[in-house]
């Protein structure tokens, strides 16, 4: 009942956070473009995605020493102060104020993410597929309907706030505070065992780390490249706030909605058919992105694009929850989202630049063809599963103490302290 209640709770908050971010994103993108130009458009979402990247590595760390409850507090309080700073920015016309206020929701963002892995750890592996999707499905709830709600935030926020725009961010702060109430009133977890970081050759030598980096990776440059610019492209053709955000409801349901299918199929044919199915996917959906004529079917091309992303995401995060051994699991997890999220930063920000130069027809193949790499490398012979400790030690890294694995039969997280005999200097 316990683990049902915690389960729950990160339900809860995903689908709150992912309200807040299907808000914020594509207006910051707007607000930017009609200050500094189109081609900019996507320097405040890329900030965005630069915190979820920094988000990821510290909020892990949190866990890893502290529990899950600090990490979700640390990154829902930083979201909501995100979206004060926001409001405040948009009234004044401020993009770099603007960039930092989706700093901080990135922040929140991670934990967001970061949520499925807590709840993946109370589960038996081969239960973890479900239950990875069921969080990530509890994003449909919020990003579908963030989209919907751009319209009439909007003249929420001109009436409350005397300025286009501030409306999204206004919501947001108060959703994001919910969610860090919410995030309080998880128990805690005391007694945690200390863990240090985790070196970046581990996520090169461990062979499930580097999967989900290579997948996980690309399906997110993909996704932030298409969709940063999406609304962009349509607001230069003359396309409302409501129009846009009709479509981008459509790529959050691709997202969201199918997780637990996702998740069921992880479970029942493992990770590596899930991750390519969803890497081919995405090359489809982004060159009918590119062929695309009217907001129909570049509304279907993005539904199909959100889906891939979707068997990318779940299928890499239970690859990592699944086929990772060692006791620093927690920040292998961290970082290979850290990585992630920053290569995407990199798409974000080259989107609206390519989409002012080249267009986006042009924009959508060429991210279509970065697939390939990462499909190519799924199909190649798998020689093992790694531990992620030994490769830690091959690497060169020096502990000062070691903790060992815990014995079969107990689950990571039962883990809380290290007897002083154990301990090696």
């Known amino acids: 009942m316990a683990r049902r209640r915690w389960v729950l709770a990160l339900f809860g908050t995903a689908a709150l956070m992912n309200l807040v971010m299907a808000m914020v994103s594509p207006v910051a993108t707007i607000a930017a473009a009609e200050a500094l130009g189109p081609a900019w458009g996507g320097v405040p979402n890329t900030a965005a995605v630069v915190g979820t990247g920094v988000g990821a590595i510290v909020l892990s760390r949190t866990a890893a020493r502290r529990g899950w409850r600090s990490a979700l507090v640390a990154g829902y309080a930083a979201a909501t102060a995100g979206g004060v700073f926001g409001v405040a920015a948009l009234a004044s016309g401020d993009v770099a104020g603007l960039s930092l206020a989706m700093w901080l929701l990135g922040l929140g963002n991670a934990g967001t993410l970061l949520s499925r892995y807590a709840a993946a750890e109370r589960y038996s592996a081969h239960r973890r597929g479900f239950v990875i999707g069921a969080v990530v499905w509890a994003g449909a709830l919020g990003a579908v309907g963030g989209p919907l709600l751009l319209g009439p935030l909007d003249a929420l926020g001109r009436h409350w706030a005397g300025a286009a725009l501030t409306g999204p961010f206004l919501v947001a702060t108060l959703v994001a505070a919910t969610a860090w109430g919410a995030a309080s009133a998880l128990p805690g977890r005391p007694g945690v065992v200390p863990r240090v970081g985790v070196p970046l050759g581990v996520l090169v030598r461990v062979r499930a780390a580097r999967s989900a980096v290579a997948v996980m990776g690309t399906a997110q440059v993909v996704m ?9 492209d349509m607001h230069l053709h003359h396309r409302g706030l409501a129009s846009v955000g009709a479509v981008l409801a459509g790529h959050t349901l691709g997202m969201f909605a ?16 899930v991750m390519l199915a969803g890497l081919l996917v995405m090359a489809g959906s982004a060159l009918l992105a590119a062929a695309a004529a009217g907001a129909g079917p570049r509304a279907v091309a993005l539904f199909l694009l959100g889906y891939g992303w979707n068997l990318c995401f779940v299928g890499g995060s239970g690859h990592l929850a699944r086929d990772l051994s060692g006791i620093d699991h927690t920040q292998v997890e961290g970082a290979v989202d850290a990585v992630v999220w920053i290569l995407a930063a990199a798409a974000s920000l080259a989107s609206t630049v390519v989409l002012a130069g080249l267009g986006y027809p042009l924009l959508a193949l060429l991210s279509a063809g970065l697939v390939l790499p990462a499909a190519v490398g799924l199909l190649l012979p798998d020689r093992g599963r790694e531990d992620v400790r030994s490769s830690a030690r091959d690497a060169g890294r020096e502990r000062s103490e070691r903790i060992p694995c815990p014995p079969a039969g107990v689950r990571l997280e039962e883990v809380t302290e290290v007897p002083p005999g154990n301990r090696k200097p």
Do not use: K
């Open 224 to 232: 932030a490249a298409v969709m940063t610019a999406a609304p962009l």
């Open 258 to 273: 199918l997780a637990p299918l996702s998740g069921w199929l992880l479970d029942r044919y493992g990770a590596r058919p």
